[in-house]
């Protein structure tokens, strides 16, 4: 904070507590022609009922007056008065490193009972299963879906169609470090018709019929010159570097042949964030079982290997 905005809202918050005194005593003077407490007004309602000049209640009085020393006192113990941060050193900061040292040493030895756990069996935990759900509500849902269904860009992860390999390790890996994915657009290297025969070959590798079926055998050749380093001869993808299976009917960024001519021209960049500081290893420990039971509902015995 600069020191004009300090001094600002310093004299700004002063200001209003005088201004509130000077209003209170202001209101409690008596003015010039007034009534006295036990003369009315010469205001009658109904007939008979007249309105007195009483003064409020001096205990009501009193209240606004502690209000005012309590918001002085408040200013000289707590921050509030621009750069000065209160005799007593209190900030929201440490409030909140206190509050998640206090919580995390509660609930570090249940993380660290879990993280002992291999994945395959605590995914079976239905305690751990609740933590692990709450984790990724908080942490992952706002990409994957609360569903874990995923979105356009964002992969589902309730199938077992992984980009980088659905082993346990690899769960874990992938939210530790997180993972970052880019595939580069083609159209300066194959010019538009170049893209349209590539995309009508990719089109119809996973048993579609293409819309362009005259260019399938050129873009077959265009493939093979430029896509197989990632994608592999028959389009199945590297789980490896990430690459996509192009051979199933899962796409992360869409399948129909005009998203494929914008992806092959344009490329698409996805990144990942890494998890590890934010959440700690035992965190993510249990937060890799409860991804990897989404896509294993029956259990440890239906797990696949990355090389699936």
Partial sequence: MSNFWSVFITVLALANIVGCFLLIRWTAKPRPGEASADETTGHVWDGDLMEYNKPMPRWWLWLFYLTIIFALGYLVL??????????LGWSQYDAYEEQVAEVEQRVAPLFAEYA???IPA???NSDAMDTGRRLFANNCAVCHGSDARGATGYPNLTDNDWLYGGA???ITQTILNGRSGMM???KPVLGEDGVKEVAAYVYQLNGRT??????VEAGKERFAATCVGCHGMDGTGNQAIGAPNLTDDVWLHGGSIEQIRDIVANGR???MPAHADLLGEDRVHVLAAYVY???HPDGAASAPSDSE
């Fill in 122 to 124: 605590l995914a079976e």
């Fill in 293 to 295: 039971s989404l896509s």
């Fill in 269 to 271: 960049t996805n990144q």
């Fill in 78 to 87: 707590y921050p509030g008065l621009g750069k000065f941060q209160g005799l």
């Fill in 116 to 118: 002992a756990t291999p």
């Fill in 168 to 170: 346990p390790e690899t």
């Fill in 184 to 186: 580069p657009g083609w």
């Fill in 210 to 215: 293409s819309p362009n079926p005259e260019l």
